[in-house]
Nanobody, 123 residues
Framework: QVQLVESGGGLVQAGGSLGLSCAAS????????MGWYRQAPGKQRELVAA???????NYADSVKGRFTISRDNAKNTVYLQMNTLKPEDTAVYYC?????????????????WGQGTQVTVSS
């Protein structure tokens, strides 16, 4: 069974730091892009940061300079280090990854989502 399992998150005061990790497991051939999204109450889910298989990164303007995305291809894991957190960073954070699978000799890719983890920043 292919799945993404997130860990990390929690409650932190403004100005603090938190780290998230997301590990992909199952019969995975390879992983293309990986990323983190977040959804605050009453708002749409938005992209926070993304990283390609080659290590190129992309960040939402609101987190540039504060968040860092990285990945360990050997562990099929993506990380999000969040520094200088603000109350407006409060949201459920979701991991996303485009996984390449091989079934009956054929490869195909699809996007998978983690279960989400709550990040709460108090003022």
């Amino acid at each position: 069974q292919v799945q993404l399992v997130e860990s990390g998150g929690g409650l932190v005061q403004a100005g603090g730091s938190l780290g998230l990790s997301c590990a992909a497991s199952g019969s995975i051939f390879s992983i293309n892009a990986m990323g983190w999204y977040r959804q605050a109450p009453g708002k749409q889910r938005e992209l926070v940061a993304a990283i390609t298989s080659g290590g190129s990164t992309n960040y939402a303007d609101s987190v540039k300079g504060r968040f860092t995305i990285s990945r360990d291809n050997a562990k099929n894991t993506v990380y999000l280090q969040m520094n200088t957190l603000k109350p407006e960073d409060t949201a459920v954070y979701y991991c996303n990854a485009e996984l390449v699978l091989v079934v009956a000799g054929k490869s195909w890719s699809r996007a998978y989502w983690g279960q989400g983890t709550q990040v709460t920043v108090s003022s």
